[in-house]
């Protein structure tokens, strides 16, 4: 099974930038990747997915504000995230899965996933 580890959170003012990175224990190419966010109290909200071919989704919210990518030679995945606010707060988890046919309606919810990092803190003040 792939291991995710999620680094680059922290604390930044609204407008600030952060990059998150998403070591991945073996090759990201086979699969489809997320990053999903966890404000208290709430649910775990899908934030953007990439499939295997580069192609890439984003919840309305963040478009235009937040970038996915990754590098396969570095089996990483990031989350670029420039003029930030507060309602991005929140755990930042990545994720991965085989989608297949699934892709793209099945993106966006974490049940769809079963490999999951441990998460990294995100806080806008």
């Given at each position: ?72 030679p570095k089996n990483t995945l990031y989350l670029q995230m420039n003029s930030l606010k507060p309602l991005d707060r ?36």
């Amino acid at each position: 099974d792939v291991q995710l580890v999620e680094s680059g959170g922290g604390s930044v003012q609204a407008g600030e930038s952060l990059t998150l990175s998403c070591n991945a224990s073996e090759y990201t190419e086979r699969y489809y990747m997320g990053w999903f966010r966890q404000a208290p109290g709430k649910e775990r909200e899908g934030v953007a997915a990439i499939d295997t071919d580069g192609m890439t989704t984003y919840a309305y919210s963040v478009k235009g504000r937040l970038t996915i990518s990754k590098d396969n030679p570095k089996n990483t995945l990031y989350l670029q995230m420039n003029s930030l606010k507060p309602l991005d707060r929140g755990i930042y988890y990545c994720a991965a899965e085989d989608l297949g046919s699934r892709w793209p309606e099945a993106w966006k919810y974490a049940s769809s996933y079963r490999y999951w990092g441990q998460g990294t803190q995100v806080t806008v003040s």
